[in-house]
């Protein structure tokens, strides 16, 4: 990353950035991590400029280190995302996120039948095809697919 | 299997399967068996299914147990807007054994993790009915003496109907050959084909009746008039996907006729008085399936 890019956001102390998020996905990553319900000092930016894809969009958080189970969550709306954890202003760790085996809450079963969708009970996913990415409901035993996928 | 629940078919392995067909031709043999004078079973219908309902409440009465429960949801709580997790809570405390059926999928699966005693799931919705696909297998298997390497056609609604899923994913452990008969709006899911080539399970798809002299079982289902989008197109096919007596002439002498019943028109009156026809013997098998299946959870066998 250049410097004149990196400028586009402001640079934190301790943290993590997550970067390469899909600029449409800005807002599930946000949402998967619970970005929303922390009082940690967080800086976004969007719609900047990457030869990869497009527009991206990228997020800062001071002060967080999340957890493996945590991160991968994000895999499943945005799966090239890439970490790095910051202290003292530097890069001391680059992460790849993976797809999970098994999903639990955060996305919603497609299907409207399904008793997930009808009472308040926790989604439970198996992970069937992490490249074209199915996940077999634990309760009713639909696919959910990548298109279908609505997080809760 | 004892305190077990039975939400799907594949909970059960090949060999529990073959336990609980062993167990049905005993209490075939034996029907009066007074072994559970002592306890107590729910069966709890917020759908209403009288064949299944009767069919269950028979082999309960049969086993000499006292049934609680209700008929459909509108005689329950549910309809003060009581939660399944609750129902299920409550009734768990009463009963040694839940039969359900609910209309909703997954209900069943949700129920055995919410509920003290186990589930036998009489179908949740279009997902699974695993003590049918067991009677199929019994029927099958009592008339064929053999559940090994037999070919099955499987004909009418592929897509929606989950009796023949259920009983495809059964029947793979055994080395079938499928021939799969359906119209294109109906046929077969891609998720069950991909299965059978995993496993390398031989299988065919036609849109038409033919072929039939090589089957040894013929497995009808409806095909209904709202599982098409556009009902012209039912109107082309309903009639290819009926069987009639003189279909069978030159079809195995082993060949036999099941269906889950009821039938529309699928199956002509005329096929009724063939010997090949087993509908009706595989809806009284159904009785001798569930007095095993509920045996085998209480661990009275
Ligand atoms: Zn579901």
Redesign the pocket.
Known sequence: MSKQKQLQVSAIENGTVIDHIPAESLFDVINILGLDQITNLITFGTNLDSDKLGKKAIIKVEGKFFEDNEINKISLVAPHVKLNIIRDYEVVEKRDVEIPDEVVGIVK???P?????NEVIK?H?KVMDKTDLALK??????N?TRDELKMM | MKNKSLVSISDYTRDEILRILELAAFYEANPKQPELREKVIASLFFEPSTRTRLSFETAINRLGARVIGFTDSSSSSTTKGETLKDTIKMVSNYADLIVMRHPL??SARYASEQSRVPIINAGDGANQHPTQTLLDLYSIQKTQGTLENLTVFMVGDLKYGRTVHSLLMALSHFNPVFYFVAPKELEMPCEYKAFLRERGIEFYEQKEMNNLEQADILYMTRVQKERFSDPMEYERVKNAYVLRNAMLDKTKENLKVLHPLPRVNEIHTDVDSSEKAYYFQQAENGVYTRMAIISAIMGLK
């Open positions: 079963c497609f299907n039948k399904c008793i997930t969708n989604t996913f409901c634990h309760y009713c035993e639909k959910t | 999928e997954g």
